[in-house]
């Protein structure tokens, strides 16, 4: 027999799941752009890309290892630094400033974000947008550890949440650190069929998940915790997510691009052209 409880549990997951489908019909008009960019737009991709997308599309991500050399990697990792440096960085802890620290300028002062955009990567987001896309902005941030009594507060993204974010945006998160491990900073995701199943059986925000939504949030998160140069597209809007937390004295670095579709390809093909500055990013904001 259900206790009140749980029926109240179940309202609100219910109440949650239309909040949910409602920001979702919000962006009917970003549907709609979309669907027109595709219908004109001329994509010539292969059938391993729109395989993957369609991969990508069912489960709102799609782990890949796009095999970048051992020294751009290095070195990738080697630049993380400039996230503690404040000539190149910012504090945008919720609660504690420097539990989280941003590059300002990513592409500025890490130029070889540029080789991370590989043709393979470039030719899925093409066939998953059936369209051309851009760069809408590149971030590099790292995360420290908050102590046990302080993680049912939000600092990062330290709690299960869903983005806000237009509907036709997709990120591309770039592993950087070593020790991105499930039990410690790894970031996870529940897949888009198991956030829905959440947002329907108790999930109602990131303080506050009843029920089975928290058995699905326990059993279900996929985790980031392959070695630096592994990627993963994840569409935040659909998949639930959060990052974990590193260890005592450790850090956990990420590069991420944050795409959007576009009417034509960019010009001599530099998707790096025009990258504005990410505008969430700036002295005083919070991550
Ligand atoms: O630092 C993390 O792992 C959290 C990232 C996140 O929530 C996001 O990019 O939407």
């Given at each position: ?19 949910h ?39 709102g ?101 869903v ?26 995701l529940l897949p888009a069929p198991d956030t829905h199943r959440a947002f329907?059986?108790?999930f ?34 659909r998949c639930l ?47």
């Amino acid at each position: 027999m259900l206790t009140q409880r749980a029926v109240r549990a179940g309202k609100m997951g219910i109440r949650a799941a239309a909040g949910h489908e409602s920001g979702l019909r919000t962006s009917r008009r970003t549907a709609r752009n979309l669907r027109s960019l595709r219908s004109d737009a001329a994509i010539d991709v292969g059938d391993s890309a729109r395989h993957r997308a369609a991969q990508l599309q069912k489960y709102g991500f799609l782990p890949l290892v796009p095999g970048y050399s051992a020294e751009l990697v290095e070195s990738l990792q080697a630049s993380m630094a400039l996230a503690d440096d404040p000539a190149t960085s910012i504090g945008m802890g919720g609660l504690i400033k420097d539990s989280v620290r941003y590059v300002v300028d990513p592409l500025a002062v890490i130029p070889r974000v540029k080789e991370l955009l590989t043709p393979e990567l470039a030719e899925i987001l093409r066939a998953w947008y059936g369209a051309e896309f851009r760069i809408a902005s590149i971030r590099a941030w790292r995360i420290a550890h908050i102590p046990e009594a302080e993680r049912g507060q939000h600092h990062y993204g330290n709690l299960w949440h869903v983005d806000g974010h237009e509907l036709d945006a997709m990120k591309l998160f770039i592993q950087v650190s070593p020790n991105a491990t499930r039990e410690g900073s790894a970031f996870r995701l529940l897949p888009a069929p198991d956030t829905h199943r959440a947002f329907c059986l108790g999930f109602v925000d990131p303080t506050h998940a009843v029920g089975p939504a928290r058995r699905i949030l326990e059993t279900k998160p996929v985790y980031f915790d392959g070695p630096p140069g592994d990627v993963a597209f994840v569409d935040t809007n659909r998949c639930l997510h959060r990052a974990g937390i590193p260890a005592e004295g450790q850090t956990r670095g990420m590069i991420q691009f944050f795409f959007k579709p576009s009417a034509s390809a960019p010009v001599d093909g530099d998707y790096f052209a025009n990258v504005p500055l990410d505008k969430n990013v700036y002295e005083g904001a919070i991550a």
